[in-house]
């Protein structure tokens, strides 16, 4: 099939590149003509396992393009995935301005039939407004040219983005139209294997369901993140109570994990765009509000807690972060609980020493040069001198560190774990003042 996807973020791209791996013909548009170049040398301008080889054999195989031509990528295909950003707007809400962009650019230049798919993670009724938008755009336009339109909306993670859409658990197809259905099931054939995992429905039950997920996901942590300060205040281990709730099948072990906050470029964002859009039909999103709040009390912990330490004059002090990225196996720095570490300790007046394996450059483009933060070649050389570690990524690299040498290269060995990778006997072993998250202060 012929598929036009708009966008070349996390979601475009690697829906791209799968879609070209099983044979469909793919172009990719985007207005970044520096971006677009330089996929054109399969350079990917974010760090995600796989997806740089994956895209150079769908070029080697002619069966993938990129290009900054809306009509030619309007025109080439009878499908077109629209998969640019929804940001959130001062409001909470999610700005849609790309997406209804791309809708005018379909009716410009549409000459034949076309099927328009949502796969962004848009507002619930967005899909039905394109189609609204596109028709009347070509009605004022006088051209009577079918036009369908569907939700299709992506799950993938960051970090294993080309496995999760390779091996999608469900299919989510949110279409009016049977034929679209039926064309869309031969779309993803290759992918709905071993079972059914074609789940046709409305666009808006499609367009809620990603945001239902998100949210679920997102409470699940919030939920996690109040056991945990409970456990702290009553004097109780949040990890064996992780362990002890999740035995339990209907809890289940998944994403149970207490930190310090969720992060990246999809909770935040959904949590609050849905949140709005229930207050747009009178509804108010209690639940929401508070996993929302909780997660921004919780972003702050590990600043407030290396005051809580040192006091809240931080001038004299250094301290070394480990991980930058909101989680492992990415370069995203985008509402990392890093930033509120980082922020928190210099408008205490303290300074920074931090290592990512992955996040540098991005941590450069967002702070700039600045003379309260030296980044570091290695995890060892932030420690150097450094008054304390706080740990906000569990990168792999940090779960077995030598625990000699960091006492050594700190002045004093005092860690504060955000991520609970230690066990807390053994850092008193060790002679390590140790504070994690919900371990019974
Ligand atoms: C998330 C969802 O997991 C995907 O299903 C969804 O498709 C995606 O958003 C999206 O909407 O595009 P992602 O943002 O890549 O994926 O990252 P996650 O692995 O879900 O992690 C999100 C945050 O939650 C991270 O900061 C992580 O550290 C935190 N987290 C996760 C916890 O604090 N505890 C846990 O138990 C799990």
């Known amino acids: 099939m012929n598929i036009t996807i708009f966008g070349s973020g996390y979601v475009g791209l690697v829906q791209a590149a799968i879609f070209a791996d099983v044979g469909h013909r793919v172009i990719c548009m985007d207005v970044d003509a520096d971006r677009v170049e330089r996929l054109r040398d ?119 983005a080309v496995k999760d859409c390779q091996s999608p658990d469900r299919i989510v197809i949110g279409t009016r139209s049977p034929k679209v259905l039926e064309e869309m099931r031969r779309m993803y054939r290759a992918f709905n294997r071993n079972h059914e995992k074609i789940m046709p429905m409305d666009p808006p039950s499609a367009e809620m369901t990603k945001y239902a997920s998100n949210a679920m996901l997102a409470t699940k942590i919030s939920f996690m993140n109040e056991m945990a300060n409970i456990a702290e205040a009553v004097g109780a281990d949040i990890e064996d109570v992780r362990r002890g709730m999740g035995a339990d099948p209907r809890i289940g072990y998944q994403f149970i994990y207490p930190g310090c906050g969720y992060g990246g470029s999809c909770f935040p964002k959904d949590v609050r765009a849905l949140k709005f859009l229930a207050g747009q039909f009178g509804h108010r999103a209690e639940i929401l509000t508070a996993v929302h709040d909780t997660n921004q009390r919780q972003k702050n912990k590990l600043a407030e807690r290396v005051m809580a330490r040192f006091g ?120 390590i003042e140790y504070y994690g998250i919900g371990r019974g202060l």
């Open 312 to 431: 809240s004059d931080l001038s004299q002090r250094t301290i070394a972060v480990w991980g930058l990225s909101f989680k492992p196996n990415t370069d995203d720095m985008r509402e990392a609980p890093s930033r509120y570490v980082l922020e928190g300790i210099w408008s205490y007046g303290g300074k920074v020493r931090a290592y990512d394996p992955q996040a540098m450059a991005a941590c450069r483009e967002i702070y700039g040069e600045r003379g309260d933060l030296v980044l570091t070649e290695h995890k060892e050389e932030a420690l150097e001198g450094a008054d304390a570690l706080v740990i906000c990524t569990e990168w792999k690299a940090f779960w077995s560190p030598d625990f000699e040498q960091v006492k050594s290269a700190l002045k004093q060995p005092v860690i504060f774990d955000g991520r609970n990778l230690y066990n807390p006997a053994h850092m008193e072993e060790l002679g």
């Open 42 to 160: 399969a350079e990917v301008p974010f760090f995600e396992p796989g997806l740089s080889a994956l895209i150079q054999s769908g070029m080697d195989n002619q069966l993938l393009s990129f290009t900054t031509d809306t009509k030619a990528a309007v025109q080439a295909s009878d499908y077109l995935f629209i998969c640019v950003g929804t940001p959130s707007k001062s409001d909470g809400s999610a700005d849609l301005t790309y997406v209804m962009q791309v809708a005018s650019s379909i009716a410009r230049y549409m000459t034949s039939r076309k099927v328009v798919v949502t796969k962004s993670t848009v507002p619930v009724g967005t899909t039905d407004q394109v189609l609204a938008h596109i028709k009347q755009a070509l009605h004022d336009q006088g051209r009577d040219i079918p036009i369908e339109t569907a939700s299709n909306p992506e799950f993938l993670k960051e970090g294993s």
